[in-house]
């Protein structure tokens, strides 16, 4: 039986435990078309209630791909030409997780924090290719 896709997955990272989600959202225009298409990956510490969760957002944009239909899978972010990641694998989640950390983001805090997903990106990506440390920018 397939995985529910709405249903939080649970990560462990360096002995601590996260639950993550995947969700798309846009908005709609004046004229009914949907616009501002953004792949929002976030990441609770747990249990609930000891830190704030981190929410990376892959916005669309020019020389950028978030799902939204063929050829591209539901969990595909990534550049036109270059770096890309499938959001369904744990790998990749914990690739960009690892970045965040590494970049500063402190689980412990209590309120919520935005990134944005294509300044992690190409890290992760080569995180996961062997090829830099996360902390590369």
């Not at 792949?39 to 747990?46: F, V």
Request: aromatic share 6%; charged share 25%.
């Amino acid at each position: 039986m397939p995985r529910h896709s709405k249903k939080p997955r649970r990560l462990v990272a360096d002995g601590r435990v996260y639950m993550w989600t995947m969700r798309h959202s846009h908005r709609t225009d004046h004229d009914g078309r949907s616009v501002d298409c953004r792949q929002i990956l976030t990441l609770s510490p747990q249990p609930a209630g000891t830190g704030g969760p981190l929410r990376i957002v892959f916005a669309d944009g020019p020389g950028r791909y978030i799902p939204g239909g063929a050829p591209f899978g539901s969990g595909d972010v990534g550049f036109t030409q270059g770096a890309d990641l499938n959001l369904h694998e744990p790998g990749p989640v914990r690739a960009l997780l690892d970045v965040a950390l590494a970049r500063g983001w402190q689980p412990g805090e209590r309120r919520a924090v935005e990134v944005d997903g294509w300044l992690l990106l190409e890290a992760a990506a080569a995180a996961r290719a062997g090829d830099a440390d996360p902390e590369s920018p």
